[in-house]
């Protein structure tokens, strides 16, 4: 079965520095990651995605992300954060791993609080 | 600029009420997906249409919902009888899928419906 584990509930980082907020996945077949972000009161929104290709994607706002086929690891990160970044981050894998447009499955979340 | 639209935004009603939930996908999307999120179990599937037909509906409770797609531009989600533990936000997303192994993933979400069952 796909999933995805956030092992961190709450990433804390001071504007300006670099951030990661991390992402493992467990699959059958290639992998298919996302990452979404959530602000308060309001659905989530597309980051960027891994579907083939290099291994570091580039998303909105300035993130991107690694893909670590050795570590099963699929990192957001962002060279410098601003307290606008500050939100629930969503780590996903596409459930059906051979069909496009499938639901994906959600790790648990992580917020990522940027302070001033 | 389009977007998901689901009515209503906040619903409050007793145990046993029934509920129904509404989704309008982005025009032209062939896929619509229902999730519920809480504090606990944090984003889960419900169901998900393509086309209008069920695909997957596996993550819900068959005994008291049900999810349907009268037309491409309505999606409906119902809860009867409702129960406290039914508490939490359900969102919409809609999205284009191919089908095939390299098509667009990208889901489109609503701004979701905030549910109190007391």
């Known amino acids: 079965a796909q999933s995805v584990a956030q092992p961190e509930d709450q990433v804390n980082v001071a504007e300006g520095n670099p951030l990661t907020v991390k992402c493992t996945y467990s699959v059958s077949g290639n992998p298919y990651l996302f990452w979404y972000v959530q602000y308060p009161n309001r659905g989530l929104q597309f980051l960027l995605k891994?579907?083939?290709?290099?291994?570091l994607v580039k998303g909105s706002y300035g993130f991107e992300a690694e893909f670590n086929k050795s570590q099963t690891s699929f990192h957001l990160k962002k060279p410098s954060a601003l307290v606008s970044d500050s939100a629930l981050y969503f780590c996903a894998v596409r459930k059906g791993p051979n069909q496009a447009g499938t639901a994906l499955i959600f790790g648990k979340g992580t917020t990522l609080s940027v302070s001033s | 600029d389009a977007r998901v639209t689901q009515t209503p935004r906040h619903k409050v009603t007793e145990m046993g009420q029934e509920v129904t939930m509404r989704c309008q996908p982005i025009l032209g999307h062939n896929t619509v997906f229902w999730y519920r999120q809480t504090m606990m179990q944090g984003l889960e599937l419900l169901a998900y249409f393509r086309n209008r037909a069920p695909l997957d509906d596996s993550g819900m409770p068959k005994d008291r919902f049900s999810a349907e797609m009268p037309d491409a531009t309505l999606a409906t989600l119902k809860i009867q009888p409702s129960e406290p533990r039914d508490s939490a936000v359900y969102f919409c997303?809609?999205?284009?899928?191919?089908?095939?192994?390299?098509?667009?993933?990208?889901?489109?979400f609503g701004p979701g419906t905030r549910l109190t069952v007391l």
């Open positions: 891994y579907i083939t290709g290099d291994n």
């Open positions: 997303a809609s999205g284009l899928g191919s089908g095939g192994p390299l098509g667009t993933d990208t889901q489109y």
